[in-house]
């Protein structure tokens, strides 16, 4: 199963949510921003992410740093650029 994931990264928590390849969300969660949570919430979804889209705003290279470390395929999205995640899901 192919997963998408996405996290809405605020200064002191992030959103995650994944989905499927159909679009439906499997999970969303507000987490505090502390990587040993992170990457918790986000490993039984590992095997199966296809990739992670980070927002990328002033605070966000921590963040992509640790999960760059835990090898996971990201993608830095400009917020002001940004299409609907449908068009990109193949």
């Keep these: 199963m192919k997963l998408y994931g996405g996290i809405d990264l605020h200064s002191n928590n992030c959103v995650i949510a994944i989905i499927n ?3 439906e969300t499997l999970t969303v969660k507000r987490l505090n921003n502390d990587m040993s949570v992170i990457l918790s919430f986000l490993s039984p979804y590992k095997d199966n992410l296809k990739g992670l889209v980070v927002e990328s705003t ?18 830095l999205a400009n917020c002001n650029g940004l299409m609907k995640l449908d068009r990109f899901i193949a």
């Design 58 to 75: 002033f605070n966000w290279y921590w963040l992509v740093d640790a999960l760059m470390d835990a090898e996971f395929k990201l993608h």
């Design 21 to 23: 390849e159909q679009g």
